[in-house]
Nanobody, 123 residues
Framework: QVQLVESGGGLVQAGDSLRLSCAAS????????VGWFRQAPGKERALVAG????????YYSDSVKGRFTISRDYGNNTMYLQMNSLQPEDTAVYYC????????????????WGQGTQVTVSS
């Protein structure tokens, strides 16, 4: 089992930045992918960024490429999502997730989830 706890959401204005954190505990993650999903009202949960915990390969959705950066800290067993140039369309609940093996854009393939943190961007 992997336990994930997010923090760092909030209300910001368009153009601002936020950094989300996700602390992992429990099962070791070396052969895992970790990622950040988001879900806006009425929309499906979508992968915005993923990273292989050991190898470091990353994935970004087209909607956040160049604005968001995913990273991980081995020592603290924590991953981060740095979000810059936030726009109202980035408003959503953000979830961190983990899975064994490579990342997948299909949220149903990820068994471990955090509780979610709200990010609201006002125009």
């Amino acid at each position: 089992q992997v336990q994930l706890v997010e923090s760092g959401g909030g209300l910001v204005q368009a153009g601002d930045s936020l950094r989300l954190s996700c602390a992992a505990s429990g099962r070791s993650l070396p052969h895992s992918a970790v990622g950040w999903f988001r879900q806006a009202p009425g929309k499906e949960r979508a992968l915005v960024a993923g990273i292989m915990w050991r190898a470091g390969g990353t994935y970004y959705s087209d909607s956040v490429k160049g604005r968001f950066t995913i990273s991980r800290d081995y020592g603290n067993n924590t991953m981060y999502l740095q979000m810059n140039s936030l726009q109202p369309e980035d408003t959503a609940v953000y979830y961190c997730a983990a899975k064994v093996g490579p990342y997948s854009v299909n949220f149903k393939a990820w068994p471990y989830w955090g509780q979610g943190t709200q990010v609201t961007v006002s125009s």
